[in-house]
């Protein structure tokens, strides 16, 4: 197992930081999929929660249309309780699994597990999430928080972890990106993040991308947050996400990726977003996500 016996499960129905409406809903999609009764299964005491209470896009008042920071207010209260949540979780000895929910939550969830420990950060996603005020195109705060969580954001971002950078960005890597917007590329070029597209997952294996990735994680860091965003995988085997991209990586090598990730035995936190039942068929990307929880938490074919 991966850090402790103890699970503790909160969920954060947020989705005002995503341009299209479903992934408030994702985590009572992927508890309807198992995941207490399974990680049970797996051997871990688990502990639900339940959910962050958050508000809804109906009972908030809409930002201006040409807001480059839409739902700043509620979106940072949100991050903070949630923060201070997990910083609870942490000392109470228990490994956090926040499911989501747009991506926006990790910057409370990830700054919360490195309040006080340095962690490296491994991001899985189709999107860099690397955007600022400056640089984003649309507004929405889930294309932000890798930059904040490295130091690049709004001051009402930033400083969840106390400290900025959160995650120090030689520790941090990106794994599977393979649709970036223009400013974004040129922001992720100058910064000292590693970054795998997909293109070095198809020229090198998957394994090999762990490997490297899970190094620079771990070498001088007390362990790392995952945050696992659905939409990484090819919407063919997950079409229910927020932001789904084409030719993306196959539900087998994500639970490689996860796999590998359980037998470095430096997980200290993570994260599953973007889940959207709304565009789900028959609740196949819940599920996943759920099978690809338990593979990162330990469950082995053998």
């Given at each position: 197992?991966?850090s ?5 499960i ?25 995941l207490?009764?399974?990680?049970s ?69 990830a700054?919360?597990?490195a ?38 954001g ?11 950078p959160?995650?120090?960005?030689v ?5 599977a ?23 070095e ?5 998957m394994?090999?991308v ?38 993306g ?6 639970h ?35 099978d690809?929880?338990?593979s ?7």
């Amino acid at each position: 197992m991966s850090s402790g016996s103890q699970i503790a499960i909160l969920g954060v129905p947020i989705d005002l930081g995503a341009g299209r409406r479903g992934v408030d809903m994702g985590p009572s999609a992927i508890r309807y999929a198992g995941l207490s009764r399974r990680l049970s299964e797996l051997g871990y005491q688990v502990v639900d929660f339940g959910n962050l209470a958050v508000p809804m896009v109906e009972t908030t008042p809409p930002p201006p249309p040409d807001s480059r920071l839409r739902y700043l207010e509620p979106i940072a209260d949100m991050c903070g309780r949630l923060a201070r949540q997990v910083v609870d979780i942490v000392q109470q000895g228990m490994l956090p699994l926040i499911l989501g929910g747009d991506h926006s939550l990790t910057i409370g969830s990830a700054s919360g597990s490195a309040r006080q420990r340095r962690l490296g950060l491994i991001w899985i996603d189709a999107h860099a999430d690397f955007n600022d005020e400056h640089t984003t195109p649309s507004g929405n705060i889930h294309g932000m928080p890798l930059a904040v969580l490295t130091g690049r954001g709004h001051p009402m971002l930033t400083g969840f972890a106390g400290r900025i950078p959160a995650f120090d960005p030689v520790h941090v890597v990106l794994i599977a990106v393979r649709d970036l917007d223009t400013l974004e590329r040129e922001a992720l070029r100058a910064s000292p993040i590693t970054v795998f597209t997909m293109h070095e997952i198809d020229r090198c294996g998957m394994a090999t991308v762990m490997e490297r990735a899970l190094a620079i994680a771990t070498t001088g860091t007390e362990g790392f947050h995952l945050s696992f965003d659905l939409d990484v995988v090819d919407p063919r085997e997950a079409p229910g996400v927020g932001t789904p991209v084409s030719s993306g990586v196959s539900a087998r090598e994500s639970h490689l990726a996860m796999e590998l990730i359980a037998e470095s035995g430096a997980l200290r936190s993570l994260d599953v977003v973007e889940v959207n039942p709304i565009l789900d068929e028959r609740n196949a990307t819940a599920q996943l996500a759920v099978d690809l929880v338990l593979s990162a938490l330990g469950k082995r074919i053998l």
